[in-house]
């Protein structure tokens, strides 16, 4: 499926409604450039859960651990993991399995170790069509 923006608003409230509709154990991987979105777009998502408090990126922690919401929502940074090992270390495989909603960025890096049932996301620009336009592509694994 793929959804189209031209505002950070309206990249929010696909967020969102990806948010409203997650089930326990849903598991997002999300993928774009510097500055595309991601950050937007999580924050969306995160207020669909329910989520009331600030979400930001985890920046000096691998994960970050929301349970404000209607789910539990553990958001993933992997930009900065040296070895898919580091992710045992934080607990992945429990995050992951549980009942929570985890989003994941940077999600390539850590690929032979995504579980095969996800939900993927990537943002894309494309100045030909503005400045502000972003195309979201989400795609079901299985
Ligand atoms: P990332 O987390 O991917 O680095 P951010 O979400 O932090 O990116 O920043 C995205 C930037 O792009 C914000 O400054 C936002 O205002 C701007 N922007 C412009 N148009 C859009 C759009 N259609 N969707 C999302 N963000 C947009
Ligand atoms: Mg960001």
């Given at each position: 499926?793929?959804?189209?923006?031209?505002?950070?608003?309206?990249?929010?409230?696909?967020?969102?409604?990806?948010?409203?509709?997650?089930?326990?154990?849903?598991?997002?991987?999300?993928?774009?450039d510097l500055g595309v979105?991601?950050?937007?777009?999580?924050?969306?998502?995160?207020?669909g859960l329910g989520i009331?408090?600030?979400?930001?990126?985890?920046?000096?922690?691998?994960?970050?651990?929301?349970?404000?919401?209607?789910?539990p929502f553990y958001h993933?940074?992997?930009?900065?993991?040296?070895?898919?090992?580091?992710?045992?270390?934080?607990?992945?495989?429990?995050?992951?399995?549980?009942?929570?909603?985890?989003?994941?960025?940077?999600?390539?890096?850590?690929?032979?170790?995504?579980?095969?049932?996800?939900?993927?996301?990537?943002?894309?620009?494309?100045?030909?069509?503005?400045?502000?336009?972003?195309?979201?592509?989400?795609?079901?694994?299985?």
């Amino acid at each position: 499926m793929v959804i189209e923006t031209n505002s950070p608003e309206e990249t929010f409230r696909t967020g969102k409604e990806l948010g409203e509709k997650a089930v326990p154990g849903q598991v997002f991987t999300l993928t774009g450039d510097l500055g595309v979105g991601k950050t937007v777009f999580t924050q969306g998502l995160a207020k669909g859960l329910g989520i009331e408090e600030p979400v930001n990126s985890p920046t000096f922690t691998i994960v970050q651990v929301y349970d404000g919401g209607r789910l539990p929502f553990y958001h993933f940074d992997v930009y900065r993991i040296g070895d898919v090992e580091e992710m045992d270390e934080v607990g992945f495989e429990d995050y992951v399995m549980g009942d929570g909603v985890s989003l994941i960025e940077w999600a390539n890096l850590i690929e032979e170790i995504l579980p095969e049932k996800r939900t993927d996301i990537l943002i894309e620009k494309d100045l030909e069509r503005g400045f502000d336009y972003r195309r979201i592509t989400i795609d079901q694994t299985r």
